[in-house]
């Protein structure tokens, strides 16, 4: 299929601070089928945050991707983002908030492109660069994930995606098997198309469960909201962190409905910008799930989704099985634990506000969700402190490693309390500077080869594939900033 170079294209994110190779091939090739198949301008987008080494690994592999006509790929070090946030930045204070001026440009900085792990900061940086590209969707994918196959082919998500991401959920029937959304939402856009991922736990808690399932059901259980039951509780851990199973893929199924969060990863989703444009996610740092807000805004607003079953390939990296992978991971997991005590009210005021978390165009309201946000960080501590105590005991009951975690996490209570906190505020300050942020962004002028990507020497520039004497594109080029040239 000819690509539609005149129409928004799409953004395909890969936000990674590991190496990963073999992923940026496999996304490619995704980023080539959705062009061909499509007929879409895919921008691949990769932010690439892992050390210098790994970087030139990366770089090599973007330039051995095979050649794909309506493909642009943008590979950006951290120092070529920070240029471009400073700039979408300086562009937005104008307009910015009074709360969100009285911070800063550092401070707004330093939410989008903290000096350590952000699962939410990455994919908002995803959001924002989408915006300077002109794309009407992003599609997430993890860098320690793959592809299923079926009969010697791979198994994309993006098929799904792009056939009813941002339609009208009237006009999204076709391309599913399967609809059962309630009529009253058939005019509203399709906000989220997702599914999950077969393999290993999403979370380094394997161990644990075969250690001592009693331990993993108790740990597990600590991010329920506060008054659960028990049953509530078990019901919890079951559906926690293990994805569709183990069973391969076989053939296709897609439901047109309200989303089930419950069944939909952040490395197997995609996002219409009438939604990701006017909400960024949390944050927070250090923090597992800190990306999954989405989920219950475009949930608890009644905003159609469509959730299928072309599930993504989960496995751990090797730096994830090291002593110094094990101790970041259990710091996230905790902080994670952490972050339900503002969460939770945060989800509650979104279901309780249902339908009017929405304008007349069907669009979310910003200022509803910092509201929530803001009024959650006057919580009692009280629930936070249980949930430090039970997971001391619990994991000393393990003994090992997992007793030298709790013996470094002790001295830092108080510490990552107060950083809790602070998440969920920062939360509501980002919320609200985030319009200005996304029409900063928006406006940034496009380089004369039109690639959609902001043309001052101080924004990272990217350039489609050069066309050669046979008229067949050549190889994607990695995305330069002037000083990186």
Not at 29 to 52: K, M, N, P, Q, Y
Not at 153 to 181: C, N
Not at 323 to 335: E, H, W
Not at 436 to 455: C, E, F, I
Request: proline residues 7%; hydrophobic residues 40%.
């Amino acid at each position: 299929m000819t690509v539609d170079l005149a129409a928004p294209g799409i953004c395909l994110a890969l936000p990674t601070n590991r190496a990963c190779a073999p992923t940026i091939a496999d996304v490619g090739a995704e980023a080539a089928w959705a062009a061909r198949e499509f007929g879409v301008r895919v921008h691949l987008l990769i932010l690439d945050s892992a050390d210098a080494a790994t970087r030139a690994e990366h770089e090599k592999a973007v330039a051995d991707l095979p050649a794909a006509p309506g493909v642009l790929v943008h590979h950006l070090d951290e120092e070529q983002q920070r240029a471009f946030l400073r700039s979408v930045i300086d562009r937005a204070r104008t307009a910015t908030p009074a709360p969100a001026a009285m911070a800063g440009a550092d401070r707004l900085l330093d939410l989008m492109l903290p000096d350590t792990v952000s699962y939410g900061a990455c994919t908002n940086r995803a959001f924002l660069f989408a915006a300077a590209l002109g794309c009407s969707s992003l599609h997430r994918r993890d860098s320690d994930s793959t592809y299923q196959e079926l009969d010697g082919e791979p198994v994309f998500p993006i098929h799904h995606e792009l056939r009813s991401i941002g339609r009208r959920a009237a006009d999204a029937v076709p391309g599913v098997t399967h609809h059962t959304l309630d009529p009253a939402h058939a005019g509203k856009p399709v906000a989220l198309v997702g599914s999950s991922f077969i393999g290993e736990l999403s979370v380094d808690l394997g161990e644990v469960r075969a250690l001592d399932p009693e331990v993993y059901e108790e740990v597990v259980g600590l991010w329920a909201a506060t008054g659960s039951t028990v049953e509530e509780r078990r019901k919890l851990v079951a559906d926690s962190f293990t994805g569709n199973g183990t069973d391969p893929f076989t053939r296709d199924r897609a439901v047109l409905d309200l989303p089930d969060i419950w069944r939909i990863d952040m490395c197997n989703i995609a996002l219409d910008r009438e939604l990701y444009e006017r909400v960024p996610l949390p944050p927070a740092t250090d923090t597992i799930g800190s990306d999954y807000f989405l989920h219950h805004l475009v949930l608890n607003a009644g905003l159609p989704g469509v959730t299928h079953n072309r599930n993504i390939v989960n496995h751990y990296t090797s730096e994830r099985r090291t002593d110094a992978g094990f101790l970041a991971y259990q710091l996230r997991f905790t902080k994670f634990l952490l972050s339900m005590l503002y969460l939770h009210p945060v989800y509650d005021a979104l279901e309780a506000a249902g339908g009017a978390l929405l304008d007349e165009d069907h669009h979310v309201r910003p200022g509803a969700v910092a509201g929530f946000a803001r009024r959650a960080a006057g919580e009692d501590r009280a629930e936070n402190h249980r949930r430090l105590a039970v997971l001391d005991r619990a994991y000393r009951r393990l003994g090992g490693r997992y007793a030298d975690f709790a013996d470094h996490l002790l001295p830092r209570r108080e510490r990552l309390l107060d950083e809790a906190q602070a998440d969920i505020e920062a939360f509501a300050l980002l919320v609200d500077a985030w319009g200005p942020l996304v029409a900063a962004a928006r406006a940034v002028p496009p380089t004369p080869s039109d690639t959609g990507l902001p043309a001052p020497a101080t924004v990272p520039t990217s350039v489609p594939a050069p066309t050669g004497t046979s008229g067949r594109p050549g190889r994607p080029t990695t995305g330069r900033s002037a000083a990186h040239a």
